[in-house]
C-alpha cells in the first residue's frame, strides 16, 4: 500500500463507488469532475458531505472517487458508504461514531426482479371480464 493512501469501496443498489482518501485540504474529485460539477442536486451533496462532517475531518483529506452504475441519488449513497469505511481505514477510532450514524451499513435494498406473467415485479396486467 501507497503511503498515507486509504482505498474502499462504497455499494448501493446498482452503484459502486471505488474511493480513495489522501491527506490533503479537502479537494473532491468524482470521476474526473468537481463535486459540484458531477452532483447538482443540493441533497446529493450533502449526503456525500455527512461522513466528513461527522468526524470533523472535511479539510483534512483530498477524495478521489471512481462511480458507475444505478442512478444520481444510489451513486451519492454509494460514495457516502465507501467514504466512511475510507475514514475507518484511516483511523479506526471513528468506528463508534460512523457505526452509531449507520455510515458503514451496506443498504441492500435493491429493485425486485419482474415476474413471468406479469407487468412488472407486483403489478399485474389489467383484468378484463369481457
Do not use: W
Not at 466528513?52 to 442512478?71: P, W
Not at 475510507?86 to 458503514?104: V, W, Y
Amino acid at each position: 500500500m501507497e503511503n498515507n493512501v486509504f482505498y474502499a469501496t462504497g455499494k448501493r443498489k446498482n452503484a459502486v463507488a471505488r474511493i480513495r482518501l489522501m491527506p490533503g485540504g479537502g479537494k473532491f474529485e468524482i470521476n474526473s469532475k468537481t463535486l459540484d460539477d458531477y452532483f447538482g442536486r443540493e441533497t446529493s451533496k450533502m449526503i456525500i458531505r455527512q461522513p466528513l462532517e461527522l468526524t470533523d475531518t472535511k479539510e483534512r483529506y483530498d477524495i478521489y472517487v471512481n462511480v458507475r452504475g444505478g442512478g444520481i441519488s444510489s451513486q451519492a449513497a454509494a460514495i457516502k458508504h465507501g467514504v466512511s469505511r475510507a475514514l475507518l481505514e484511516a483511523n479506526s477510532d471513528l468506528r463508534g461514531i460512523l457505526k452509531k450514524a449507520g455510515f458503514l451499513t451496506r443498504d441492500s435494498r435493491i429493485k425486485e426482479r419482474k415476474k413471468y406473467g406479469q407487468r412488472k415485479a407486483r403489478a399485474k396486467f389489467q383484468y378484463s371480464k369481457r
